[in-house]
Nanobody, 112 residues
Framework: QVRLVESGGGLVQAGGSLRLSCAAS????????MGWFRQAPGKEREFVAA????????YYADSVKGRFTISRDNAKDTLYLQMNSLKPEDTAVYYC?????WGQGTQVTVSS
């Protein structure tokens, strides 16, 4: 199985940008569709964005559509989430997912 490790989280002001990465390692199987989820304190984990195996098809939650862009670099076996025009309500721990596998999460905090 693949290990997924998120990075790139941090503190940013409202209206700012951040790029999250999810690096896969130890892959011995073929690639699958991947996605980003997030969980804010006291709330359920929610879907953010998904991308198919080849990276030519994406899907977004309405709350982030037009602001976030999901992409993947299969040569590097890395998933990305470009986050623009960030809002305080985007504050959450962001997790990457591939099938039943989850990363450890990375904290994103948007101030103002």
């Amino acid at each position: 199985q693949v290990r997924l490790v998120e990075s790139g989280g941090g503190l940013v002001q409202a209206g700012g940008s951040l790029r999250l990465s999810c690096a896969a390692s130890g892959r011995t199987d073929s690639r699958y569709a991947m996605g980003w989820f997030r969980q804010a304190p006291g709330k359920e984990r929610e879907f953010v964005a998904a991308i198919n195996t080849s990276g030519d098809s994406t899907y977004y939650a309405d709350s982030v559509k037009g602001r976030f862009t999901i992409s993947r670099d299969n040569a590097k076996d890395t998933l990305y989430l470009q986050m623009n025009s960030l809002k305080p309500e985007d504050t959450a721990v962001y997790y990457c997912n591939e099938g039943a596998l989850w990363g450890q999460g990375t904290q994103v905090t948007v101030s103002s």
